[in-house]
């Protein structure tokens, strides 16, 4: 088993390798370093939970609205050339940034919601045009592995850069000789994580034009027609699937901080705990999907996340949060990788782009919704209440799509479940 498995990495030529680094550094300084200081850099700078819920609100928005044309581009434009302006704009986005403190105080409000929006819309393009253009330069056959070692390595690089982001902060407040609650620390990382997005570009400058094989087809569209069922099947799962794993990401280490006093080194730990154990659980995937198909990894998985919600919601305690953040990051990446490949397989290639877009749209708009509301559900009805609807409307996503996918029908009749 294990021989087979190394034999599909070996099928990854230079350009699927070189996309793997971009994500490894991407996943280091957003999903790491940016995720677990951004909130806490907020809050420093004296805004409270309904700003912060605003502001997440808003980038997600912005994901949502854009990912649709950036399917409509990357198909115009060229995927690859998405990818390297996607991350030369969340670069500019998180690096002005933390400059927040250095312009003038009317204008701080609008410069956050512009600079996080403007790496939003990088997000769009990067999430949008890394599924296709994956899809493009892996075959059949080592594409599974390919897709779950790509989350994997984001996942791993996210562990260091969380745990790197949670330790930080308080040892440069010891050099520079300030108090631990001055934003300047967190000013100096967060520009830091914008820098090493660089090297992610030179890495995708170096790669080649995604090529779409149509003998990939699995399910065919000879009238040319856009294949709505699939797209709003999608559509509808992951937003109700990233409800719960939206509010646990924005609010997670608000929760710890203001309302279980946790220090900053522990929420690191714990975010940091979360990606590295994700690694060898989006590992498994390949053989969990071999074992059960890619439709029955994605219900149980997104059970599985609602289920993890509930500590968060009914215990106050870090360790039951912790518990609880550390389910959901571990399930998540269990279906990631099957849903993004899920999600191309049910469409034509001339159409994987669309329904990328599709997806990431789902996504974004669910983030937003939940973190805008979040922030007012925080202040009027408190984190229990806040936790458990994001529960329950994960658990009504898994159970739409096994309800869907169970029964032979349309494009979902061609899928082995």
Not at 8 to 31: C, H, M, P, Q, Y
Not at 181 to 190: A, G, I, N, V
Not at 385 to 392: I, Q, R, V, Y
Request: net charge positive; charged share 10%; aromatic share 10%.
């Amino acid at each position: 088993m294990i021989a087979a498995y190394l034999q599909k990495l070996r099928l990854f030529n230079r350009d699927a390798r070189l996309f793997l680094i971009a994500s490894g550094l991407t996943g280091f300084a957003v999903d790491g370093i940016r995720a677990v200081l951004l909130n806490l850099y907020l809050l420093r700078l004296g805004h409270d939970t309904v700003f912060i819920g605003q502001i997440n609100a808003m980038g997600s928005l912005a994901m949502s609205i854009f990912c649709l044309p950036a399917g409509v581009l990357g198909a115009r434009w060229g995927i690859r050339r998405m990818l390297i302006a996607s991350l030369c704009m969340m670069a500019a986005g998180y690096g002005l940034l933390p400059l927040v403190e250095f312009v003038p105080t009317t204008w701080q409000t609008g410069w956050l919601f512009t600079t996080y929006i403007l790496a939003s819309f990088g997000m769009s393009w990067y999430y949008v045009s890394g599924i296709p253009f994956l899809m493009g330069i892996t075959g059949s056959e080592e594409r599974s592995h390919a897709f779950s070692i790509q989350i994997a390595i984001s996942f791993l690089a996210g562990f260091a850069g969380s745990l790197i982001g949670g330790m930080l902060p308080g040892i440069l407040a010891k050099v520079l000789s300030i108090s631990p609650e001055d934003p300047m620390s967190y000013r100096y990382l967060l520009f830091t994580a914008a820098l090493l997005l660089i090297p992610g570009i030179v890495a995708l400058l170096a790669t080649g034009e995604a090529r779409f094989n149509q003998s990939q087809e699995r399910v065919t569209d000879e009238a040319g027609r856009i294949p709505y069922g699939p797209i709003a099947l999608i559509m509808i799962v992951v937003a109700l699937r990233f409800a719960g794993r939206g509010l646990t990401t924005t609010f997670f280490n608000v929760y710890m901080d203001m309302e279980l006093d946790a220090p900053v080194a522990l929420i690191g730990a714990l975010s940091a705990a979360g990606q590295l154990l994700s690694v060898p659980v989006a590992l498994a995937t390949p053989l969990l999907v071999a074992r059960w198909g890619n439709g029955l990894t994605i219900a149980l998985g997104s059970f599985g996340i609602a289920l993890s919600i509930l500590p968060l919601a009914l215990v106050p305690h870090w360790s039951a949060a912790g518990l609880g953040f550390i389910g959901v990051a571990t399930l998540f990446s269990m279906t990631t990788a099957p849903i993004r490949v899920y999600s191309q397989e049910i469409v034509a290639p001339n159409w994987w782009s669309t329904i990328s877009g599709a997806l990431n749209m789902g996504a974004g708009l669910s983030i937003s919704v939940m973190a805008l509301g979040g922030g007012y559900a925080i202040a009027s009805l408190g984190y229990r209440a806040l936790f458990l609807t994001g529960a329950s409307l994960t658990a009504v996503g898994a159970l739409i799509f096994w309800l869907y996918a169970r029964v032979p029908r349309g494009e979902l009749a061609r899928q082995s479940l």
